[in-house]
């Protein structure tokens, strides 16, 4: 049997949790002081994702760049994709917070969209 130690980022507490392993498969969680500790611990284990932000460049706007992020949390294996793909790309102004600045990022079907006004 295996065992993960992992901060909680759930909510503000930043509670220890601890994970109990059977191979691939939780048998346990302890440590969190909320529900949202517990479901936080068992996705991060079995299947972690995140929220990606970043910048892409801006032609033609008052400022060169604009803040982006993805609109849900993607795989964690294809953060690194996602950045790069997102490298490359340059938007032409206006852009207004929502605009899709990249559909289906690293094929995760999730979209990158701006978070800023330009």
């Known amino acids: 049997m295996g065992k993960r130690e992992l901060i909680c980022i759930g909510c503000p507490m ?8 059977n191979g691939t498969q939780v048998i346990s969680v302890s440590g ?16 972690p994702t995140r ?3 970043s910048t892409v460049k801006v032609e033609g706007g008052s400022v060169g ?3 982006v992020k993805t609109k849900e949390d993607i795989p964690k294996d294809k953060i690194f994709d996602c950045v790069r793909a997102l ?12 605009d899709v600045i990249l559909a289906d990022a690293a094929g995760t079907g999730v979209d990158v969209v701006a978070t800023k006004n330009t």
Not at 32 to 47: F, H, I, L, Q
Request: net charge positive.
């Open 14 to 21: 930043g509670c220890p949790v601890t994970v109990q392993m």
């Open 32 to 47: 969190n002081t909320c529900p949202r500790g517990d479901a936080y611990a068992r996705k991060e284990v079995t299947n």
């Open 51 to 53: 929220i990606v932000t």
């Open 65 to 67: 760049m604009v803040s």
């Open 87 to 98: 490298k490359d790309i340059t938007v032409k102004a206006p852009i207004r917070i929502g």
